[in-house]
């Protein structure tokens, strides 16, 4: 079976589809002074992005995870996260406070779906 690597880079790539599965890397938002709303809205239209190129959409969603660097946000990216998300189709998600790779990273979302 053929995997294949959508925008690779030197130390990893964006998507990795292997099968019907796609991995995509944790994903930060650009505009990193936005807020975690902000972030959270920005990470997300990558993550449909990510997931249109391979194929698929956010309605084949099977597992995310979450990294907030302050877990008192919790509430704020959910609001986006909520409306973002197709009901019926939630994936399974784990949701932690973690010390991010940069500081002003405030949100990173990681995703596994389905082609």
């Given amino acids: 079976m053929a995997i294949i690597r959508n925008q690779p880079g030197p130390r990893m790539s964006q998507a990795v589809i292997h099968g019907d599965t796609i991995y995509l890397a944790g994903q930060v938002a650009n505009d990193r002074s936005a807020g975690v709303a902000g972030q959270t809205e920005q990470i997300l239209a990558k993550i449909d992005g990510l ?3 391979a194929g698929s959409d956010k309605s084949k969603l ?3 995870n979450v990294w907030l660097s302050d877990i008192a946000t919790f509430n704020q990216m959910n609001e986006i996260w909520d409306a973002w998300v197709v009901q019926g189709s939630t994936p399974a998600r784990a949701c932690v406070e973690a010390k991010l790779a940069v500081s002003d990273i405030l949100v990173e979302i990681g ?4 082609r």
């Fill in 111 to 114: 995703i596994i779906a389905a």
């Fill in 62 to 64: 099977l597992s995310a």
């Fill in 51 to 53: 997931l249109a190129e």
